[in-house]
């Protein structure tokens, strides 16, 4: 008889996106979200959460509904970081689906989780990573059973510091793809702030000199200098590392990384250096159960797995404090 390939149901909510899916060892199985749109202002963490413990068992039936045929050798979920509220919904609802499933449970950092998806999705084995979310900001890349990170934000991410700038220049949250839209429109480059300090970046100055320039500038120009001004210190930091690690492959992922500019900053780049440039779709770009669920099914198969009375979430778990087993 045939053997049944191992299924993982992930659950992710961290921030803004309660979503779950179920991965089997060769595809997406099912998925399902109810993404979470505050009416004004940014991202509350007890609203985000009241609106994932309003949300979570439809989702859940909707992607146990659509993969009725998988066998759930595990229920993972994202332990950190993120929002504590957030994060305390949806450990709720993994552990109580371990338990009457009689399945492991296993906690997932997030960071490590959008890396493995787009290694996964794009069949890129050992690269340098830019990882760009809300909250996170981070170059990082693989070695001796760990991500690396080799640069990161001192302050906010890039995420963060986009919607800033679009809350004050009036943008619904999320700001990004809105300050996307209107670069598209720009005439002129303003300098701003611009901060790299050795391997690591910061962006709450170039969000104030920004706020600043709508005083003088146009909103499309600044918007355009904005993104320009931020994407060079990404893009800087990162063939920083891939000179320095000798690695021939770069892999973009995080929810920001689904701008299109930014994708050409670092593709012009990597031909510059006869190096590869790699991403994801953008639906695998955002915060998703998949990503979880995919790095759910690594571990599963490394023996990583959790005791329920050992699951308390991690807000602030970096992903280099995650030990590799399964490379």
């Not at 060769?26 to 979200?33: C, D, G, H, K």
């Not at 695998?284 to 979430?313: C, R």
Request: aromatic share 8%; with cysteine; hydrophobic share 40%.
């Amino acid at each position: 008889m045939r053997r049944k390939s191992k299924s993982v149901l992930g659950i992710e909510g961290t921030a803004w996106n309660l979503s779950a899916a179920i991965v089997d060892q060769s595809r997406i199985v099912a998925s399902a979200e109810s993404p979470y749109h505050p009416t004004y202002g940014g991202l509350h963490p007890r609203a985000a959460a009241q609106h994932h413990a309003s949300q979570i068992e439809r989702v859940i039936r909707d992607v146990l509904a659509e993969g009725e045929r998988a066998e759930i050798s595990a229920v993972a979920f994202s332990i950190g970081p993120g929002f504590g509220p957030c994060l305390r919904t949806v450990a709720t609802a993994a552990r109580a689906l371990s338990l009457s499933l009689n399945v492991p449970l296993i906690g997932v950092n997030h960071c490590i989780a959008h890396i493995e998806i787009g290694r996964w999705l794009c069949n890129v084995k050992d690269p340098v990573i830019l990882y760009v979310s809300g909250a996170n900001s981070q170059v990082l890349s693989y070695r001796d059973g760990k991500y690396r990170i080799f640069g990161e934000t001192l302050d906010i991410g890039i995420g963060n510091a986009l919607d800033k700038f679009g809350r004050y220049a009036g943008f619904q949250h999320p700001g990004g793809p809105k300050i996307e839209e209107t670069a598209k429109n720009a005439k002129h480059y303003i300098p701003l702030t611009y901060v790299v300090k050795g391997m690591d970046f910061s962006f709450s100055g170039l969000t104030t000199a920004a706020k600043d320039a709508l005083a003088h500038a146009s909103l499309e120009d600044v918007c355009y200098s904005f993104q320009e001004t931020a994407f060079a210190m990404l893009v800087e930091v990162t063939e920083r590392a891939l000179a320095h690690t000798g690695k021939e492959d770069i892999l973009l992922t995080g929810g920001v990384g689904a701008n299109t500019r930014l994708k050409e900053m670092l593709n012009t780049m990597c031909q510059d250096r006869d190096a590869k440039f790699f991403a994801p779709d953008k639906e695998f770009m955002k915060d998703n159960g998949a990503m979880i669920a995919y790095t759910g099914l690594l571990m599963l198969e490394s023996g990583a797995t959790l005791p329920v009375e050992n699951s308390a979430v991690r807000p602030n778990y970096r992903p280099d404090e995650v030990e590799i087993g399964w490379r």
